[in-house]
């Protein structure tokens, strides 16, 4: 690690534990540590957004349309079918032009098939809003289901985190995750994931994760045990900071941070 970015790192610990401490006495606890993260989060969203939505606003009135989307994103392939030299870009292509088009109009609450900047948000983050909870479960099942049958076998489920070698032995984290797969996830232990077992696996109703983030940054962090950070304390596990959501994984150390 460079000495000039330890001490850019420095410098922006003390910036943003100020911001954090939102009562001002000099910690950051973990309630305080869980707001920032969702802020964080909730502008890397908006930026992401504003980013690319003057390449989908073609008209420049303020919404897109799927017309606009469409033609923006597969436009070219539209207009020239005959560019298909590899048939796994057309397969890629069938199948994802429909699925952005089912995601479209589920974001689109108007039904007019015209996307505001809260609607555009929720076609490109469906994770983030309650109404395309459902479209998340769907996507994720079509993704990991091979067989197309409508279920995640275990063999499915595992395949979607490691790829086998001919013959090689599975390592201790597979064999870990089979079991996850039978204890915890196959809930009614039939063999296989169905889309309520798909949403308690990937969309818990308990599990905040920005919460969870916070707990494990002042545990990893919180050398007196006292609940709480210092400056000096974040400073001290600087790379577990660099690698959270609450420097948006390390992007916002080489931003400018006037918007923070």
């Known amino acids: 690690m460079c000495v000039g970015f330890f001490f850019f790192f420095f410098w922006y610990c003390r910036k943003i534990v100020d911001r954090i401490d939102n009562d001002g006495d000099g910690f950051v606890t973990t309630e305080e540590l869980k707001t ?14 504003a980013k690319v939505w003057k390449d989908y606003d ?27 030299h590899d048939s796994s870009d ?6 994802m032009l429909p699925r952005d088009e089912r995601r479209f109009k ?32 769907l996507e994720t099942l079509e993704d ?14 595992i395949a979607d985190m490691f790829s086998h070698e001919e013959n090689g032995p599975e390592p201790d984290w597979v064999l870990s995750e089979r ?6 996830r196959d809930l009614n232990k039939d063999g296989k994931l169905d889309k309520d077992e798909i949403r308690h696996w990937i969309l818990p109703q308990d599990y ?16 007196n045990k006292d609940e709480k950070l210092t400056k000096e304390e974040i400073l001290e596990n600087w790379n577990m ?8 994984y390390g992007e916002d150390l080489t931003k400018n941070h006037d918007e923070l």
């Open 36 to 49: 920032w993260i969702k802020r964080v989060q909730k502008r890397y969203i908006f930026d992401n957004v």
């Open 58 to 84: 073609r008209d420049k009135d303020d919404k897109i349309s799927w017309e606009e989307y469409k033609q923006a994103t597969y436009g070219y392939y539209l207009g020239n079918p005959a560019e298909f």
């Open 90 to 95: 057309h397969h890629t292509f069938k199948k």
């Open 106 to 137: 589920a974001a689109d609450l108007s039904g007019d098939l015209t996307a505001t900047r809260e609607e555009f948000t929720a076609f490109l983050h469906p994770e983030e809003f309650e109404h395309m909870k459902e479209i998340v479960v």
């Open 144 to 157: 990991i289901d091979k067989n197309g049958d409508g279920f995640v076998d275990q063999d499915e489920y």
């Open 179 to 184: 079991e996850q797969f039978n204890e915890f």
């Open 208 to 223: 905040d994760h920005a919460q969870a983030e916070a707990r494990h940054l002042v545990y990893e962090s919180d050398k």
């Open 241 to 248: 900071f660099v690698g959270s959501q609450a420097t948006n």
